[in-house]
C-alpha cells in the first residue's frame, strides 16, 4: 500500500487546495481539524456536494477534512475482488469481511482522537440531531459504506461498530446517507456558519421546528409578509416565531411536540 497520489491510492485526503496530496495523506489531521473518514467503493463521490456552499469553503478552510478509503484497493487477487455469493444463497452479492478489516484497520490507524466507528445501514439506529451534535463534539468519525447487499455480519460483530440510519428505506449505497450525516454534522462545528446564531435557532435545537421565514417581495401573489415581521419590534417578533414555532410543531410533529412538554416539565422539577 502506498500513499501515491492515484485515483485508486488507498488512503486519500480529499480537499480542494492546491497542496500536495501526499503533505495532506501523511499528515492527516494537520490543524487537527475534524475528519470525516469515509471506507467506500465509491471514493470520487466524495467530497459531492458537500465540497458546495458553506461545508465546501470550509473543507477548503481546514475547519474539517476528509480521507477516503477505496475498498477496491484491499481486494483479493488480480480483479481485486471485494464482495462474493451470501453464505446460505439468495440474490446479490456481500462483501468479504477479510476485505472490509483491512480497510477498516488502516482507517483506524489514520484517525486520531475520538473517532466513533459505524456503518451506514438502515437497520441502524435513526440519525438525528442529537447525533450530530454529540459527533461534532468528536474528533471524527469513521464511516463504512455499504452496497449489494450489505456486509459480512461478523465484520460488525467483530469491530463493535455501531450502524446507523439515514431513515427508513433502502439506499443502493452508504455514500448518499454519509453526505448528508457529514452535513448535519459539519454545520455544528464552530466557524462553519457564518451566523453563529442561526445554529442555535433552528428547527431540532430547541426542541421544536423553526418557525416559517420569509423575505421580499413584501407583497407576492395577493399574499403578504405578517405584519409583525415589518413592525420592527424585536419583542414582539421573537413571541411571534416562538408561538410559530410551537404551533408548526404541534401539528407536523406531534412526537416532537410531546418530547417537547416531556423536557419543559422536567426542567422545571430540576
Ligand atoms: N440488504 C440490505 C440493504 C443493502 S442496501 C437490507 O435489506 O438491510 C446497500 C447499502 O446501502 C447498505 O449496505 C448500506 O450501507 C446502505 N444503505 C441502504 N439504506 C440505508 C439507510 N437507510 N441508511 C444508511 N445506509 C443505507
Sequence with gaps: ??????????RIAVRPTLKPRELMTDTPDIA???TAQLITLFPQAFPGVLGESLTGKALQDGLWQLQTYNLRDYGIGKHRNVDDTPAGGGAGMVLRADVLEAAIMDARRGAKGIVPLVYL????????????????RMDGVTM?????EG????????????????????LTGGEIAAQAMIDATVRLLPGVLGNAESAVEES??????????????ADWQGRAIPDVL??????????????????????????????????KTHKQDQ
Excluded at 431540532?204 to 423553526?210: A, C, N, P, R, V
Aim: some cysteine; charged content about 30%.
Design 1 to 10: 500500500m502506498t500513499d501515491k497520489p492515484s485515483r485508486s491510492a488507498g
Design 32 to 34: 487537527g481539524s475534524w
Design 121 to 136: 445501514s438502515p437497520r441502524g439506529k435513526r440519525f438525528d440531531q442529537a447525533m450530530a451534535r454529540n459527533w461534532a
Design 144 to 148: 463504512l459504506c455499504g452496497r449489494f
Design 151 to 170: 456486509v459480512d455480519e461478523r465484520v460488525l460483530e467483530h469491530f463493535n461498530i455501531q450502524e446507523v440510519s439515514l431513515g427508513d428505506f433502502v
Design 204 to 217: 431540532f435545537s430547541t426542541g421544536l421546528l423553526e418557525h416559517p421565514q420569509y423575505t421580499k417581495p
Design 230 to 263: 415589518l413592525s420592527g419590534n424585536h419583542a414582539k417578533i421573537a413571541e411571534w416565531r416562538r408561538q410559530m414555532a410551537e404551533k408548526i410543531t404541534r401539528e407536523k410533529r406531534p412526537d416532537l411536540w410531546a418530547a417537547f412538554g416531556e423536557n
